[in-house]
């Protein structure tokens, strides 16, 4: 397996990689976008690194607070995943209550400019927890939003509202159907 951030199609063209090589590495290619692109991931690349810590630590943490949460989404992750997961390690190591705070965070994440776009991404947070709630919640119901609002607790008008804001796609069948 081998992974990188330059187009090694090009390279070879032009010369810069060995074109055997090239061929040689390239017969099963994968192709996943920035941490930057997915930042409805980041939320779930957390959990994962605290469960994986949790074990390595023998810590017992139980989540991320909302506030650190905004400023990881906020942040553009030019180191992608393994920057992610340096930084979750490093609140591990310095935490000592059940929940990554923001004080567990780096400075320079927590630096004026960067609590100025967290507070947007907030917003950006509630959708994605919306979002993954609402899914799960119609999965769990086989698609029947009557249901899926009941199970939620909400007005079907308002999980419907939901949907169409959050650009959730259904399927054609839900739960009434036969």
Not at 140 to 156: D, T
Request: hydrophobic letters at 40%.
């Amino acid at each position: 397996i081998a992974a990188t951030n330059r187009d090694f199609t090009a390279m070879a063209k032009n010369g810069s990689f060995r074109e055997v090589l090239f061929y040689r590495i390239n017969f099963a290619r994968l192709e996943m976008p920035p941490t930057l692109e997915r930042k409805e991931d980041i939320l779930a690349l957390v959990n994962r690194f605290i469960e994986k810590f949790n074990k390595l630590m023998f810590k017992e943490i139980v989540g991320i607070a909302p506030e650190a949460l905004s400023l990881l989404i906020a942040h553009d992750w030019p180191g992608n995943i393994r920057e992610l997961e340096n930084i979750v390690e490093r609140a591990f190591i310095i935490c000592r209550g059940s929940y990554l705070e923001m004080e567990h965070l780096p400075s320079d994440l927590r630096s004026s400019d960067k609590m100025n776009t967290a507070s947007q991404a907030i917003r950006t947070v509630h959708q994605v927890l919306d979002r993954k709630v609402i899914e799960s919640a119609l999965r769990n119901n086989n698609y029947n939003r009557l249901a899926a609002a009941s199970e939620l607790g909400i007005h079907k008008t308002t999980l419907f509202r939901k949907i169409k804001k959050l650009g959730i796609a259904l399927p054609q069948h839900d739960g009434r159907c036969r």
